[in-house]
Nanobody, 124 residues
Framework: QVQLVESGGGLVQAGGSLRLSCAAS????????MGWYRQGPGNERELVAT???????NYADSVKGRFTISRDYAKNSVNLQMNSLKPEDTDVYYC??????????????????WGQGTQVTVST
């Protein structure tokens, strides 16, 4: 139906940068809010950043000034540029999107979808 595919995670030294990307595919009518969340072992999934259809953004306090979220509306994709990375940014990062799509009978359906997760590891 709708799939979110992430890329760009990896290992980086503290102070370095990584760029995460996520593309939505399927029988998409419209993609509304897109965002990034992260989750560590034994922790709840927490918001990192979101971006509305209008371009309005929201960031967790812990990443403000270091991370930048952006969208490519034509490609139904969202990016997260992460600079000045810290060891505490180490987590699995998940892409999220609110999507209006079509079922095979062409009826519309709204849903919230998640990517498979990509590991970000920041070493000291």
């Amino acid at each position: 139906q709708v799939q979110l595919v992430e890329s760009g995670g990896g290992l980086v030294q503290a102070g370095g940068s990584l760029r995460l990307s996520c593309a939505a595919s399927g029988r998409i009518v419209r993609v509304d809010t897109m965002g990034w969340y992260r989750q560590g072992p034994g922790n709840e999934r927490e918001l990192v950043a979101t971006i509305e259809n209008s371009g309005s953004t929201n960031y967790a306090d812990s990443v403000k000034g270091r991370f930048t979220i952006s969208r490519d509306y034509a490609k139904n994709s969202v990016n997260l540029q992460m600079n000045s990375l810290k060891p505490e940014d180490t987590d699995v990062y998940y892409c999220n999107a609110d999507v209006l799509s079509m079922l095979e009978d062409s009826s519309p359906v709204a849903g919230r979808y998640w990517g498979q997760g990509t590991q970000v590891t920041v070493s000291t």
